[in-house]
């Protein structure tokens, strides 16, 4: 299985601030890479697929980039909602797997 | 507007089978994958298995040998069941929409998810 993994696990950022989270995976997924959003009690939202592509409704302040086997989710100036836990997941071979998650507080 | 919601028993009791339904509301169960995934609770997300419309699965090694996946296109559902559950089966279990194809499968609708305990 792919192993991902996410750096860092935890920080705390001020809203306004551009946030980077991390992504690595043990072998190259191309770009078959999504990054997820979990608020606490409530299921993951799908916010960025294919590396860089932005899922419909997503605010143009969240990109993505990276291929191979790094990759990379910003933010570029948080906001109060954005508070909340990030995964990211590789669909590019079975068993599909997630990284442990970057939790993102206020400061 | 798809919908997905799980349902099922609360709480399993440990050796016994834990059994979940989802149902898709908004869009017919055919022409995607459906998947099931579980989180323990504070943990990280973990994929369990998907069902195609047709009934072709696949399961994450790990649980594949107590795994079992089906679907009714005729009730626009499809089910999970896991045997010999223990305490480390706890979990919110979600059901999600996969792509329109095996290689796609990043999950753009999600159920609320469901928290079952494993206790006796």
């Known amino acids: 299985a792919i192993r991902m993994t996410q750096s860092p696990s935890s920080f705390s950022a001020s809203t306004g601030d551009r946030v980077t989270i991390t992504c690595r995976a043990s072998?190259?997924?191309?770009?078959?890479l999504a990054w997820y959003q979990q608020k606490p009690g409530k299921a993951p939202k799908l916010l960025i697929y294919?590396?860089?592509t932005l899922q419909s409704g997503v605010p143009s302040r969240f990109s993505g980039s990276g291929s191979g086997t790094d990759f990379t989710l910003t933010i570029s100036c948080l906001q109060s909602e954005d508070f909340a836990t990030y995964y990211c997941?590789?669909?590019?071979?079975?068993?599909?797997?997630f990284g442990g998650g970057t939790e993102v507080d206020i400061k | 507007q798809v919908q997905l919601q799980e349902s099922g028993p609360g709480l399993v009791k440990p050796s016994e089978t834990l059994s979940l339904t989802c149902t898709v509301s908004?869009?017919?169960?055919?022409?995607?994958?459906w998947s099931w995934i579980r989180q323990p609770p504070g943990k990280g997300l973990e994929w369990i298995g998907y069902i195609y419309y047709t009934g072709s699965t696949d399961y994450n090694p790990s649980l594949k040998s107590r795994v079992t996946i089906s679907v009714d296109t005729s009730k626009n559902q499809f089910s999970l069941n896991l045997n010999s559950v223990t305490a480390a089966d706890t979990a919110v279990y979600y059901c999600?929409?996969?792509?329109?194809?095996?290689?796609?499968?990043?999950?753009?609708?999600w159920g609320q998810g469901t928290l079952v305990p494993v206790s006796s």
């Open positions: 999600a929409r996969g792509g329109g194809s095996s290689s796609l499968m990043r999950f753009d609708y």
């Open positions: 997941q590789q669909y590019y071979s079975y068993p599909l797997t």
């Open positions: 072998q190259g997924v191309s770009s078959y």
């Open positions: 294919a590396a860089s």
């Open positions: 908004g869009g017919f169960i055919s022409s995607y994958y």
